[in-house]
């Protein structure tokens, strides 16, 4: 498509413009697709149906600044200048310098955490879902075109107004819908009673219903926590572990549960040892236990939790080698190398668990206590830098930058080490095979 001079024209939507965004595209993915997420179209020529300038608005969405500099590198060798943020936090603004057969394009690049970022997706998807949106922009570009007299400057700034007014009331509408789907404490346990009733109506031998984790526990989050229950069911029922986690799913992704909702179903034997349920099903069966008997809050139907005899040092050992072979054979070693942030905290908080219930009888679930805990008694070793990004990670006080993620991952593979030899006896790297 032919280039058109730079008079300022607004005119209707040309479908060739997503044709035109295409072929810029794929150029561009030739030069620098593997060191970005994705290359889209925004801008009013993104928008079917609406009137816009003739120039192709497009934007690649890097990770981070890390991989920047050779973005810029690879672009300069094909005709890009970089000419900074043109004033706009986070928006590197890209020019063409020689000529090429495109018609006319802004690009810019942004990491996919910007404001910029952000404020394209929200605009864009606000004209695109509400046309009466769509069609009062039009109407007030038009309108611009014929009292700007020709003048760009003015005529971006007369739209920022309007721009920023549908931002603005699209995030206060995000939060409300996000306020509305917080799932509660009440909410979380209507929802286990609502999964409860759906189970029972399957299968007449359940007996009993506990919440554990976080409801169980005490320390629920709204919008955060996940939901954990345990389900004891007669020895010959017939409902299978593999129904109950469809059921759970379901829930789940019904109700938009954070990070899961989880339902153990243990039948009467596997409540006293031998656990066998651990080497058959992969996983420390006995933390489940343990977290039963010191969590445990019924829903439904009752035990005595006191008559189930607390998993001994060995058992939990047993288990957590267990666990160490299923880790080995899905991540290899160093494992923490393919974990990320939430993941890294989530283990080097197990391996505290651990030497406190091995070592120290002391079982302390909650992960928000499980620092100051492990503290308190003796600890063998001590990452302070890493016990404090924990402590504000938990409360939501940092995000973590890539700095943080290789400490974590440094620290995580120095405690697994230490604890899989003082607790299991066990070289972490020979089993793994490092």
Known sequence: MSKLSNTLIVI?????????????????????????????????TSVPGLCAKPIIDIVAVMDSYDLFPEIVSRLEKVGFQHEGDGGIKDREVFKRIISDDFMNYHFYVCPKDSEENRRHN????????????????????????????????LYANSKTDFIFGVINKAIEN????????????????????????????ENSDILTLYLIGSLGGGYYRPGQSDIDTVIIVREDAAITQKRMDEIANKYWKSYGIPKGFGSIMIRQSELSPPYTKSEVEEFEFTVEIARLKTQGKAVFGEINLNDIKMPSKEDFIKDAIIMEKWFAKEFGYPMFDKLQITGCVN?????LRSYLMIEKSIFEFNKFLTIETYMRHEPPIVNEPVFDFIHKKLKDEVAGSDDDLRMLRECGTQFRDYFNKRLLNLETSALYGG
């Open 122 to 153: 929200i605009f864009k998807n606000a004209l695109l879902n509400d046309k009466n949106i769509a069609d009062e922009y039009g109407k007030l570009k038009m309108r611009l075109i014929e009292e700007v007299n020709g003048d760009r400057v």
């Open 174 to 201: 995000s939060m409300k819908i996000e306020m509305a789907s917080i799932i509660t404490e009440a909410k979380a346990i209507k929802i286990v009673n609502e999964f409860l009733d759906e189970i029972c109506r």
């Open 12 to 44: 209707p939507y040309d479908p060739n413009w997503k044709t035109e965004f295409e072929r810029i595209r794929d150029y561009l993915m030739e030069q620098i697709g593997d060191l970005v997420l994705e290359i889209k179209h925004v801008g009013s």
């Open 347 to 351: 283990t080097i908080l197990g391996c």
